[in-house]
């Protein structure tokens, strides 16, 4: 027994083929892992980023100005959201879902007030989806957040880590829901930026909020593709500012609001 | 080398026993027709609402958890740290661990808005999310005691329960830093937001954990008619004390580095000084009852023998358990997000007020459940297997 | 044995399907009511019958992950055929037998969830905001929500039909 292991010490071109054919094996692989790296890297990083030649994909926000958005027409915005979906909610209820809401700010220093609509900011990096132990909390490759109720178990962890309020959990039975939006007891949902309008109409969609206070050419809530310098959105954004809630978070909101 | 130490069954059958199992059961089903009645009518029913979205359930599922983790801080000091003094109580404290554990990842199962998913919450797994991470910690957790359990009761592989018992603790400190991250991971509330809180939940486990062991262990022997011994006792009233001392640091640390610099300021006047509720649990029932006057108790020369003091002790620290715990969720949610600093705010989704949250009967019900399952499940195994040590060496002394 | 089972099952509606006589009472299988605004459904019934569980939850992850909503196999599309009945008459929801999808899932005591978030309606009935009968007045009081119907609801309900 004691020579065979003394042999096979003694045996070098054995350990030299094992090595050389490691070293090839290695040349042979390591390109296709580093490049397939790199690339889930950069889809990951950066949604948008442009895959040499192909469309890159939109990702969709919105533009809120407040200076434009009387209280009224905040009000609009809620309503329309509800007719749309199908929620509402009764005054001074704890468990009733909001997926948008009327929120009035007054500087502390300055005394100014303002009035906005608030809903889900749709992150870049959301929060929400980090911490969701189902993947249920999930972001769409065109920077839609959503709720995948199907999967979603209602554990509530993703109304906990959302600097923004964005999310209810529907805490009864719900009987009249409509087609468009499909929600039920025991899951999460928040503003999903109308995306059965999306869907189907693609950039040119109008959420329902937009639309309600959208008149004349004026466009005080407006809806379109961040990642293409283009679009109105992004030269509006350009040309006026956009201020992003909570930027130090770093989440990167979709939702952006000017005369704040 | 002391003599090789022989375990036993419970073996009484007075009627105060049946009796405890009887309550125990009853108090777990009405928990468990709590839940159902929740999962049916919907959480409006409950307390908890979309300001507050974990509430009581969570404080005692949470405080099992890491009660759980805790109590097999015995079976590690002998099987990690070599003390072998410990080692009759090993058993004893990995039974305790598992039926802990069971009990909280109960409750906390059963308060899912959907628990029929329960299926897809073990099959679809999100790895960002330290909540999966800590599914898959409290299950493992569970079979790895359950093995380290088995191989201290099979002699043959008495050898075998070093490594497992390693392989338990570091498991455990992973399982309870995760169940701290839980809350420490999130940047959006000024409550959390920290990594103290992993340790910080370390050394609650170890003082939770004790606590809850010594008075079962009490409590067990008393069952079987019989005594322990005052040495066993002695030392773990030490330890106890160090442990709530580990507590406090801890507790300071926390809030004397959110006060610095101004900018969790009104969180901390919240919680410190105008938070009611969550002002009143910090100060008296955490600080007061559940970490000085225990430290009192534990170390007070005149009452070092007192096995008394000790129950009370252990009593007084678990109620500083669910206080500091109460505290750290409920009033963590309590506290509004800062969306806009430096802006006065009002909405109809309660933004930039104190939520209100009071606990319902369903949700009470649902939390005892949690402990009476653990309970009744640590006392049924222990009438089945031979958990308790007959004699415990330098009983002499 | 057969027969005893099947006798449990004595109490189905008569309207929702026919009747065939055995051992221990009547034994009624479900025949859904067929939509009269299409001739066939997206796929053969055999077919249908079989696999439009595999259907539908294939298309679900195709809807709410990639937003895909033209799909024949959308649950809008089902219920746009499969429960259209004219406004004029009863509207029909979701634990009520005379419900396509429930008429057999309730004699198959398969519990589906799908309607405790999803309309059971036909998008025509649902923008008529019809609702002749509202689903309180078809159950009692201390029922739980749609898509927990028990037997004994079940049989509560029948009562009134009068069945077997």
Known sequence: ?260 | ?397 | MLSALLGWFACLPAAAGEVESSGFGAVVIPQPVKPTNASACVEPVDIMRRDHMKFLLHQRDATVLEGERDSKYSLVGCMDCHNATEPAETVVRYPDPQHFCAGCHLYASVKIDCFECHADRSLKQLQQGRLDQPLEDQFPEDQPGSALLSLHTFHQQLGDTGGE
């Not at chain 1, 997926?99 to 906005?116: A, F, N, P």
């Not at chain 2, 008619?225 to 002695?234: F, Y």
């Not at chain 2, 109809?348 to 009967?361: E, H, K, Q, T």
């Open chain 2, 1 to 397: 080398m002391p003599a090789a130490t022989r375990f036993t069954e419970i073996k009484t059958s007075t009627p105060q026993y049946w009796g405890l199992l009887l309550l125990l059961a009853i108090l777990a089903a009405a928990g468990i027709g709590a839940a159902h009645h929740m999962d049916v009518e919907g959480h409006h029913i409950s307390g908890m609402n979309n300001q507050v979205v974990w509430g009581l359930p969570h404080v005692f599922a949470i405080f099992l958890i890491v009660a759980a983790s805790g109590a097999l801080n015995l079976a590690s000091m002998a099987s990690v740290f070599g003390k072998v003094e410990y080692k009759p109580l090993a058993r004893f404290s990995a039974v305790l661990s598992i039926a802990l554990l069971v009990g909280g990842l109960a409750v906390l199962l059963l308060d899912l808005g959907r628990p029929d998913r329960l299926i897809v919450a073990i099959t679809h797994y999100n790895f960002r999310s330290i909540f999966a991470w800590n599914i898959i910690l409290y299950s493992g957790f569970i079979v790895i005691v359950l093995a380290y359990l088995w191989l201290m009761m099979e002699r043959r592989f008495e050898r075998w329960s070093r490594p497992a018992g390693m392989f338990a603790f570091a498991w455990r400190l992973i399982l309870t830093s995760g169940t701290g991250s839980i809350f420490g991971f999130l940047v959006a509330r000024e409550a959390y937001d920290s990594a103290l809180l992993a340790p910080m939940f370390i050394v609650m486990s170890f003082s939770f954990g004790l606590a809850v062991f010594i008075l079962l262990l009490l409590a067990s022997f008393k069952l079987d008619q019989r005594e322990l011994d005052g040495i066993h006792l002695q030392r773990l009233r030490k330890l106890l004390g160090l442990f709530s001392i580990g507590i406090l640091y801890f507790v300071i640390l926390f809030h004397m580095t959110k006060l610095y610099g101004s900018q969790n300021h009104d969180f901390e006047r919240f919680i410190l000084l105008d938070g009611g509720v969550y002002t009143r649990l910090f100060w008296l029932f955490q600080i007061i009852l559940g970490t000085l006057l225990p430290l009192f108790l534990l170390y007070a020369p005149r009452w070092q023998h007192s096995s008394k003091s000790l129950v009370l002790a252990c009593l007084l620290i678990i109620q500083g358990g669910f206080a500091q715990l109460y505290v750290i969720i409920i009033g963590g949610q309590a506290f509004p997000l800062n969306i806009f600093p430096g802006y006065h705010v009002e909405s109809s989704f309660f933004d930039g007020v104190i939520s209100a949250y009071s606990p319902s009967l369903w949700e009470l019900l649902l939390g005892f459940a949690g402990l009476a399952s653990a309970l009744l499940i640590a006392l049924l195994v222990l009438r089945v297997l031979p958990i308790l040590p007959q004699n415990l060496p330098g009983a002499e002394d």
């Open chain 1, 1 to 260: 027994m004691a020579n065979e292991l003394d042999n096979i010490e003694l045996r070098p071109a054995r350990r030299r083929f094992m090595q050389s054919s490691a070293a090839l094996a290695m040349t042979l692989i390591a390109p296709g892992v580093l490049l397939y790296k790199t690339g889930q890297a950069q889809s990951e990083n950066e949604p948008g980023s442009d895959n040499k030649g192909l469309p890159a994909t939109p990702r969709w926000g919105l533009l809120i100005d407040t200076n434009a958005l009387s209280e009224a027409d905040v009000d609009a915005c809620v309503a329309a959201c509800q007719q749309e979906h199908g929620w509402h909610s009764d005054a001074g209820s704890q468990t009733a879902a909001q997926w948008i809401r009327k929120v009035h700010l007054t500087d502390e220093q300055s005394g100014q007030q303002t009035v906005l609509p608030m809903m889900c900011q749709h992150c870049a990096d959301p929060p929400c989806v980090d911490v969701c132990p189902t993947g249920a909390s999930f972001k769409r490759a065109d920077g839609i957040v959503l709720v995948n109720k199907h999967t979603c178990i209602g554990c509530r962890y993703c109304m906990m880590a959302c600097p923004y309020k964005a999310r209810s959990f529907i805490h009864e039975v719900l009987r009249d829901q409509l087609a468009v939006a499909p929600r039920g007891k025991g899951t999460v949902e928040s503003c999903t930026l109308c995306v059965h309008r999306i869907d189907r109409d693609g950039a040119n969609a109008v959420p329902a909020c937009a639309e309600a206070v959208n008149r004349g050419g004026r466009k005080a809530i407006l809806f379109g593709d961040l990642n293409d310098p283009d679009s109105e959105i992004s030269q509006r954004a350009k040309s006026h500012g956009a201020t992003r809630l909570r930027a130090d978070l770093g989440v990167d909101p979709g939702v952006r609001y000017q005369g704040l």
